[in-house]
Protein backbone atom coordinates (compact mmCIF):
# COMPACT_ATOMS: atom_id res chain seq x y z
CA UNK A 1 0.00 0.00 0.00
CA UNK A 2 1.51 4.01 -1.04
CA UNK A 3 -0.58 6.66 0.32
CA UNK A 4 0.79 10.38 -1.01
CA UNK A 5 -1.30 13.18 0.19
CA UNK A 6 -0.79 15.87 -2.80
CA UNK A 7 -1.54 19.27 -3.60
CA UNK A 8 -1.53 21.15 -7.42
CA UNK A 9 -0.82 24.89 -7.32
CA UNK A 10 -2.13 26.78 -10.08
CA UNK A 11 2.11 26.73 -11.07
CA UNK A 12 2.12 23.01 -11.24
CA UNK A 13 -0.65 23.36 -13.68
CA UNK A 14 0.50 25.71 -15.85
CA UNK A 15 3.94 23.82 -16.29
CA UNK A 16 2.39 20.75 -16.85
CA UNK A 17 0.03 22.55 -19.55
CA UNK A 18 2.96 24.22 -21.10
CA UNK A 19 4.87 20.98 -21.46
CA UNK A 20 2.21 19.01 -22.76
CA UNK A 21 1.67 21.92 -25.38
CA UNK A 22 4.75 22.61 -26.60
CA UNK A 23 5.02 20.36 -29.48
CA UNK A 24 1.85 21.76 -30.69
CA UNK A 25 2.59 25.13 -30.47
CA UNK A 26 6.12 23.80 -32.80
CA UNK A 27 3.79 22.05 -35.78
CA UNK A 28 1.43 25.14 -35.61
CA UNK A 29 4.38 27.67 -35.48
CA UNK A 30 5.89 25.53 -38.29
CA UNK A 31 2.87 25.22 -40.23
CA UNK A 32 1.90 29.07 -39.99
CA UNK A 33 5.76 29.24 -41.40
CA UNK A 34 5.44 26.94 -44.28
CA UNK A 35 2.12 29.00 -45.03
CA UNK A 36 3.96 32.46 -44.94
CA UNK A 37 7.02 30.68 -46.97
CA UNK A 38 4.97 29.43 -49.77
CA UNK A 39 2.79 32.47 -50.14
CA UNK A 40 6.39 34.32 -50.02
CA UNK A 41 7.30 32.34 -53.77
CA UNK A 42 4.27 32.68 -54.71
CA UNK A 43 3.98 36.23 -55.37
CA UNK A 44 5.18 38.55 -57.39
CA UNK A 45 5.09 41.37 -55.02
CA UNK A 46 7.40 43.47 -53.19
CA UNK A 47 8.96 41.03 -51.14
CA UNK A 48 10.05 43.10 -48.38
CA UNK A 49 6.68 44.37 -47.35
CA UNK A 50 5.32 40.86 -47.61
CA UNK A 51 7.86 39.69 -45.70
CA UNK A 52 7.55 42.36 -42.91
CA UNK A 53 3.66 41.99 -42.86
CA UNK A 54 4.21 38.30 -42.33
CA UNK A 55 6.70 38.58 -39.72
CA UNK A 56 4.21 40.87 -37.64
CA UNK A 57 0.89 38.60 -38.20
CA UNK A 58 3.18 35.50 -37.09
CA UNK A 59 4.50 37.04 -34.20
CA UNK A 60 0.76 38.76 -33.29
CA UNK A 61 -0.77 35.44 -33.79
CA UNK A 62 1.38 33.67 -31.81
CA UNK A 63 1.24 36.40 -28.55
CA UNK A 64 -2.22 35.44 -29.35
CA UNK A 65 -2.33 31.92 -28.53
CA UNK A 66 -0.01 32.24 -25.70
CA UNK A 67 -2.38 34.85 -23.86
CA UNK A 68 -5.46 33.30 -24.66
CA UNK A 69 -3.99 29.69 -23.65
CA UNK A 70 -2.79 30.96 -20.22
CA UNK A 71 -6.53 32.44 -19.40
CA UNK A 72 -8.03 29.29 -20.40
CA UNK A 73 -5.93 27.49 -18.30
CA UNK A 74 -6.40 30.00 -15.15
CA UNK A 75 -9.90 29.63 -15.37
CA UNK A 76 -9.86 26.06 -15.97
CA UNK A 77 -7.71 25.76 -12.80
CA UNK A 78 -9.73 28.00 -10.87
CA UNK A 79 -13.31 27.28 -11.95
CA UNK A 80 -12.39 23.42 -10.88
CA UNK A 81 -12.58 23.41 -6.58
CA UNK A 82 -11.54 19.71 -6.13
CA UNK A 83 -8.09 19.96 -8.28
CA UNK A 84 -7.28 22.76 -6.04
CA UNK A 85 -7.57 21.05 -2.37
CA UNK A 86 -5.21 18.34 -0.87
CA UNK A 87 -5.87 15.01 -2.25
CA UNK A 88 -4.83 11.84 -0.20
CA UNK A 89 -4.15 8.99 -2.88
CA UNK A 90 -3.71 5.22 -1.57
CA UNK A 91 -2.75 2.85 -3.98
CA UNK A 92 -3.57 -1.05 -3.56
CA UNK A 93 -3.00 -4.05 -5.29
CA UNK A 94 -7.26 -3.74 -6.00
CA UNK A 95 -7.88 -0.43 -6.12
CA UNK A 96 -7.24 3.71 -5.99
CA UNK A 97 -8.50 5.73 -2.85
CA UNK A 98 -9.09 9.25 -3.10
CA UNK A 99 -9.63 11.98 -0.40
CA UNK A 100 -10.16 15.29 -1.03
CA UNK A 101 -11.63 18.10 1.83
CA UNK A 102 -15.16 18.11 0.06
CA UNK A 103 -14.98 14.11 -1.96
CA UNK A 104 -14.12 10.39 -0.99
CA UNK A 105 -13.73 8.27 -3.64
CA UNK A 106 -12.40 4.79 -4.93
CA UNK A 107 -11.95 3.26 -8.11
CA UNK A 108 -10.50 -0.74 -8.78
CA UNK A 109 -7.71 -1.09 -11.21
CA UNK A 110 -9.88 -2.77 -13.91
CA UNK A 111 -11.96 0.72 -14.83
CA UNK A 112 -8.92 2.71 -15.39
CA UNK A 113 -8.69 3.47 -19.42
CA UNK A 114 -4.84 3.63 -19.38
CA UNK A 115 -2.02 5.50 -17.15
CA UNK A 116 0.95 7.76 -18.69
CA UNK A 117 3.98 8.67 -16.45
CA UNK A 118 6.06 11.31 -17.08
CA UNK A 119 9.09 12.94 -15.37
CA UNK A 120 6.88 14.30 -12.79
CA UNK A 121 3.44 13.06 -12.69
CA UNK A 122 1.26 9.99 -13.31
CA UNK A 123 -1.71 10.23 -15.19
CA UNK A 124 -4.67 8.24 -14.35
CA UNK A 125 -7.22 7.80 -16.93
CA UNK A 126 -10.23 7.58 -16.23
CA UNK A 127 -11.56 7.67 -19.73
CA UNK A 128 -9.79 9.17 -22.96
CA UNK A 129 -10.39 12.89 -21.92
CA UNK A 130 -10.61 12.29 -17.99
CA UNK A 131 -7.45 11.80 -15.53
CA UNK A 132 -6.24 11.67 -12.29
CA UNK A 133 -3.35 14.19 -11.97
CA UNK A 134 -1.28 13.19 -9.19
CA UNK A 135 2.62 14.57 -9.19
CA UNK A 136 5.57 12.23 -8.36
CA UNK A 137 7.12 14.87 -5.94
CA UNK A 138 4.93 13.72 -2.74
CA UNK A 139 6.46 9.94 -3.28
CA UNK A 140 9.83 8.54 -2.59
CA UNK A 141 11.76 6.35 -5.79
CA UNK A 142 10.73 3.53 -3.62
CA UNK A 143 7.15 4.37 -3.65
CA UNK A 144 7.36 4.90 -7.23
CA UNK A 145 9.07 1.79 -7.81
CA UNK A 146 6.57 0.42 -5.75
CA UNK A 147 3.17 1.82 -7.49
CA UNK A 148 4.64 0.51 -10.99
CA UNK A 149 4.89 -2.68 -10.12
CA UNK A 150 1.10 -2.46 -8.41
CA UNK A 151 0.11 -0.92 -12.32
CA UNK A 152 1.52 -3.68 -14.10
CA UNK A 153 0.34 -6.72 -11.83
CA UNK A 154 -3.16 -5.18 -12.53
CA UNK A 155 -2.43 -5.44 -15.96
CA UNK A 156 -3.57 -1.73 -16.90
CA UNK A 157 -2.72 -0.78 -20.03
CA UNK A 158 0.12 2.09 -19.30
CA UNK A 159 3.44 4.24 -20.58
CA UNK A 160 5.96 3.69 -17.61
CA UNK A 161 9.19 5.20 -17.11
CA UNK A 162 12.08 3.39 -16.84
CA UNK A 163 14.09 4.89 -14.38
Request: aromatic share 16%; no cysteine.
Amino acid sequence: MITAKTHITFKDFLNFNIKNSMPRIIIFSFIILLFLGLNFYNTERDTENILQSASIWFAAVFVFIIIRSYFRLKNAFYSNKKIQEEITYTFTDEKVSTKGETFDGDFAWNTVYRIKETKDWFLIYQSKTTMNMVPKKYFSQSEVIELRNIVEKNNVKAKLRND
